[in-house]
């Protein structure tokens, strides 16, 4: 029993490495809410409204493209491709 060692918890180097990575999460996630509380997104006006035309803008392109598609797939078969 005369050969332990007596000494404080938060003078052993090892607690503080154990107790070191979960503090560092507290104090990291204040931070991020000070961010977040101080400093909000920006609101993007009628997103959803965007995303239509951009994927009608879209299949536009594509319905363009439509033809020299199917001359492409029918270039060796000689099969004249129906027109829609």
Known sequence: MDNQNNTIWWKNGYVWLILGGPFLVV????????????????????????????????????????????ARNHAQTGIKPESH
């Open 27 to 70: 104090i990291a996630s204040f931070f991020t809410y000070y961010l977040a509380a101080t400093k909000p997104d920006a609101v993007i006006d009628n997103y959803y409204q965007k995303g239509i035309e951009i994927n009608k803008t879209m299949s536009e392109e594509r319905d363009s493209m439509a033809p020299a598609t199917q």
